[in-house]
């Protein structure tokens, strides 16, 4: 199951250079709803290689303002604790996928 991230949960992340997917989501929005069973499929499967984690942009505005999400879903991917890359709307899970095994 994907965890929901805090700012100090974050911190710690990125300081030990993980990594890590990151789904930036609110409870209200449709696309971010269908993305959810994706994320925690994703979870699941990478387990112990990627960190696949979740911010809600409700919840921890201030992460979201970090990485300029102005629409969600946002998923960020880091690599090495750098951000690699960003995508904003629905993923697929194959596309998801393939974005991971590139990192």
């Known amino acids: 199951m994907a ?3 805090n700012k100090s949960d974050f911190e710690n992340l990125v300081k030990n250079k993980e990594t890590m997917v990151i789904d930036f989501y609110a409870d209200w929005c449709g696309p971010c709803k269908m993305l959810t069973p994706i994320v ?3 979870a699941t499967e990478y387990e112990g290689k990627v960190g696949v984690y979740k911010v ?3 919840q921890t505005p201030e992460l979201a303002q970090m990485f300029g999400v102005t629409g969600i879903p ?7 604790g750098e951000k690699a890359e960003t995508h904003v709307g ?11 095994d590139n990192l």
Not at 74 to 80: A, G, L, S
């Open 40 to 42: 925690e499929e994703l």
């Open 56 to 58: 809600d942009v409700d």
């Open 3 to 5: 965890k929901v991230l």
């Open 74 to 80: 946002t998923v960020v991917f880091f690599k090495d």
């Open 90 to 100: 629905f993923l697929d899970k194959d596309s998801f996928k393939t974005k991971i």
